[in-house]
C-alpha cells in the first residue's frame, strides 16, 4: 500500500484597484511583501490585471502574518546608518 501526499493548494488572495475599483483574486506569486522597520514601509503591492495600474498597499500585522503564511515573496527592508 502507497500513501499519496495531496499538494499544497495554492494560496489566493481576494485584492481590488483603487484606479479601476476592480475587484479580484491574486495568486501568492502576484504579490510582493516589503517589511520594513515602521508601519510606513511596510506594504504590499501588485499589478492590477483589469487596468495594469501598479498599486502598493500599507500592510499591518495582520496582512503581514497571512501574506508570509500565504507564500508571498518578502522583502525586508533594512535601514541604513
Known amino acids: 500500500m502507497s500513501a499519496t501526499v495531496a499538494a499544497p493548494v495554492p494560496a489566493v488572495f481576494k485584492a481590488a484597484?483603487?484606479?479601476c475599483r476592480g475587484c479580484f483574486e491574486l495568486?501568492?506569486?502576484a504579490l510582493r511583501l516589503a517589511i520594513g522597520a515602521s508601519r510606513r514601509t511596510t506594504f504590499y503591492s501588485f499589478t492590477c490585471p483589469e487596468c495594469g495600474?501598479?498599486?502598493r498597499k500599507p500592510a499591518g500585522e495582520r496582512i503581514v502574518e497571512l501574506l508570509t503564511g500565504?507564500?508571498?515573496?518578502?522583502?525586508r527592508l533594512h535601514q541604513t546608518v
Open 17 to 19: 484597484c483603487p484606479d
Open 27 to 29: 495568486a501568492a506569486t
Open 70 to 75: 500565504g507564500g508571498v515573496r518578502t522583502l
Open 53 to 55: 495600474t501598479a498599486v
